[in-house]
């Protein structure tokens, strides 16, 4: 009876190895069948991780096209007021221009209208008389001849002037163009 209780131990260590080797072989298939689903789930992900990227970059890439048509567009605009802009101080420097020459060679006179009450309350009537074709203005109002000098300062403020409301205008249309 020895021998067949060693038999049935042996059996019994033999079938509990069978069995534990069978049970690693099953539970390492089972294993790689998960692993395997993890992979499958992992790369899936990964792709709809990928194309997520790709639409997000397609989308900034668009919004950086929009915003530098948006900005050339601004560009452009820019540059025709600051075209815009230098001509007009252009044709203001030539009309200023014109305007001193001619003063300059006694072509033109600036003179002022004088107060026809004030003259006649001081007892003099030391100006000349306007011209009755001249427009706007009524017969017999007297009127002053200015200095040379001072007709000359009185255009150089009015240059000063004038590109003044030009600079201002430009900056104006600069701001509102910004704006929008």
Known sequence: MALSWRWGVLALVFGAAAGARLAWLWQAGELERQAAGYEQQLAAK????SQEREDAAVAALGQLEEQQKAQRTLENRLQVQDQTHWKEMNDAQQA????RDRLA???LRLSVLL????IAAQGGDGG???PADTGGLVDGTVRAQLDPAHARRIVAITDEGDRGL???KACQAYVSTLVR
Do not use: F
């Open 166 to 168: 030009i600079a201002l």
């Open 128 to 130: 000349m008389r306007a």
């Open 96 to 99: 200023q221009a014109r305007l």
């Open 115 to 118: 107060d026809a009450g004030t």
């Open 105 to 107: 060679t006694a072509d």
């Open 46 to 49: 990964d792709l709809a991780h």
